[in-house]
């Protein structure tokens, strides 16, 4: 089956530090790659995704770019803010009709002013 | 529209007590996905309904627990009889045949 390891946390950053967040996969197929987002008392939402080999996906200022070669989907962000203070998930999915769902264990950021 | 609808958002019960959780999904959505948050093992698929028949319910961890859609805007996760091990927040999701989910605000469970 699928698996996906995730850089452990907490990670702690001053405001406008960079981040990164390590994810790789192991996954048959042609998996597609997301990463989620966990803010404080609610539930996860989706922040970026990639569905083949070489796609960067990106919003709010993170990135991340699916590497096949590497089987990695790092999240990244130039500049971070202290409402970015959350948890994420990268997450690996395939299949239709019969899904194969795998999260990461999430990575807790806390960002400092 | 309204997103995926979870209820209660915290229950707290007693060891041995039957607890009932509840989901509505998105309107339109046709699969729908429970899991378990734990600080120990993260977030955990239980078991996951397409046109609301079960497809996968290799994740629920023992025969106390048990999950149904009766109809596409509704989904229960029954556990009965509960205990202290199964306190967690559980989150419902779904989608529209995509990979795409949409996540409930989540259920905090506290079992005494």
């Known amino acids: 089956g699928n698996s996906v390891t995730q850089m452990e946390g907490p990670v702690t950053l001053s405001e406008e530090a960079f981040l990164t967040i390590n994810c790789t996969y192991t996954?048959?197929?042609?998996?597609?790659l997301f990463w989620y987002v966990q803010y404080p008392g609610e539930g996860l939402q989706l922040l970026l995704k990639a569905t083949k080999a070489d796609d960067k996906g990106s919003n709010k200022g993170f990135e991340a770019t699916y590497r096949k070669e590497t089987t990695s989907f790092h999240l990244e962000k130039g500049s971070v803010q202290v409402s970015d203070s959350a948890v994420y998930f990268c997450?690996?999915?395939?299949?239709?009709?019969?899904?194969?769902?795998?999260f990461g264990k999430g990575t807790l950021l806390t960002v400092n002013p | 529209d309204a997103g995926v609808i979870q209820s209660p958002r915290h229950e707290v019960t007693e060891m041995g007590q039957e607890v009932t959780l509840r989901c509505k999904p998105i309107?339109?959505?046709?699969?729908l996905f429970w899991y378990r948050q734990t600080m120990m093992r993260g977030l955990e698929l239980l078991i996951y309904f397409n046109n609301n028949v079960p497809i996968d319910d290799s994740g629920m961890p023992e025969d106390r627990f048990s999950a149904k859609m009766p109809n596409a805007s509704f989904s229960t996760l029954k556990i009965q009889p509960s205990e202290p091990r199964d306190s967690a927040v559980y989150f419902c999701?779904?989608?529209?045949?995509?990979?795409?989910?949409?996540f409930g605000a989540g259920t905090r469970l506290s079992v005494l």
């Open positions: 996954a048959t197929g042609y998996p597609s």
């Open positions: 997450f690996v999915g395939s299949g239709g009709s019969n899904y194969k769902l795998t």
């Open positions: 309107s339109g959505h046709n699969s």
């Open positions: 999701a779904s989608t529209r045949g995509t990979l795409i989910q949409y």
